[in-house]
């Protein structure tokens, strides 16, 4: 099972060992939840870790009832596949 944490400036998510699987930095204003930049370790690409990553910080965007705003291109693209 994987688990993601966040920061003040970071979502990361590491399996169970510990082992950090990627991340996403992200910072905010009154309005928009802007998602920075997204880091898949490449041993760990094509399972769904940017997906799992992206979809969190949407959630706790809406959680503040604020827009989410993609800087990132591959957030971009998850949000575009996702319809989110």
Do not use: W
């Amino acid at each position: 099972m994987n688990i993601i944490e966040r920061s003040a400036t970071r979502f990361a998510i590491q399996n169970a060992d510990g082992q950090e699987l990627g991340y996403l930095d992200f910072h905010v204003d009154d309005v928009y939840y802007y998602l920075d930049y997204v880091y898949v370790n490449p041993a760990f690409r094509g399972q769904s870790v940017g997906q799992d990553i992206v979809k969190a910080a949407i959630a706790a965007a809406e959680q503040r009832n604020l827009k989410p705003m993609p800087i990132c291109g591959y957030a971009k693209t998850i949000m575009q596949r996702n319809r989110l």
